[in-house]
């Protein structure tokens, strides 16, 4: 297993390279001070994983995309101090595998980099809560719904976003803006099929990507058509 710690941190490099050369005997074939040193590592070296904190001072979550380009096949373990809900959905949306925080204890960090390196997803319980709070399911998210094409939507398209993401029905939606049952349900089918996602859970991310919607605003709502 080869891994490059990306953490502008030292003494939580050293934690983590300690508790991982303990536990799992990997190749830590570098490690990260910076976005700009994390992409020449991966590009000169390769890594099966990353474990990154993107918050951290000289990093941004920019550099994701970047080293995803490089090569397509590494897996991506966040370890960050709490972050909000919006700021989980963009760390998934840049191609983050798994996600724990900063006080996870050194057993749960381990497990996380073990699950990650075999294609498995691991979100700690306090990650796991934060999304749950903001009423999303990490596996409702669809990761290739993202593309980096414009999505151009009308005013009453963007209207319509806003009300499923706050968990208005067909019925109630169609009630409020005056339209029926029928227009509304075209409406959302031609949305879907514009921003290129499959349900509700869908919209609701876009909503919520495009600051439409506020995470902590929001709710599904089980009877929408």
């Known amino acids: ?68 380009s490089i090569d397509k096949s590494i897996r991506v373990l966040a370890i960050t101090p709490e972050q909000s809900a919006q700021t989980l959905v963009d760390a998934l949306r840049s191609g983050i595998m798994s996600y724990v925080k900063k006080d996870c204890s050194i057993a749960e960090i381990v497990d996380a980099v073990k699950e990650t390196s075999k294609g498995n997803k691991f979100f700690c319980g306090q990650i796991l809560e934060t999304i749950q709070d903001a009423n999303l399911d990490v596996d409702d998210i669809d990761y290739d719904m993202f593309s980096c094409e414009p999505v151009t939507l009308s005013e009453r398209e963007s209207e319509i976003i806003v009300l499923i993401a706050e968990g208005y029905t ?40 495009t600051n439409l919607i506020s995470p902590n605003k929001f709710l599904f709502a089980g009877n929408a058509q």
Do not use: W
């Not at 939580?12 to 508790?19: D, E, K, N, T, V």
């Not at 700009?36 to 991966?42: A, D, G, S, T």
């Open 1 to 68: 297993m080869r891994i490059v710690l990306a953490d502008s941190n030292e003494l939580i490099r050293l934690g983590i390279r300690s508790a991982l050369k303990k536990e799992l005997a990997p190749e830590i074939v570098g490690e990260a001070l910076c976005s700009e040193e994390l992409v020449e590592i991966v590009r000169s070296f390769g890594s099966d994983v990353v474990v990154i904190d993107y918050t951290s001072r000289g990093f941004s979550i920019d550099v994701l995309p970047q080293i995803l």
């Open 170 to 209: 067909n019925a109630q939606i169609a009630e409020q803006l005056f339209l029926s049952n029928h227009t509304v349900n075209t409406h959302r089918k031609n949305i879907m099929a514009k921003l290129g996602v499959k349900n509700t859970a869908g919209i609701v991310m876009y909503a919520v990507k």
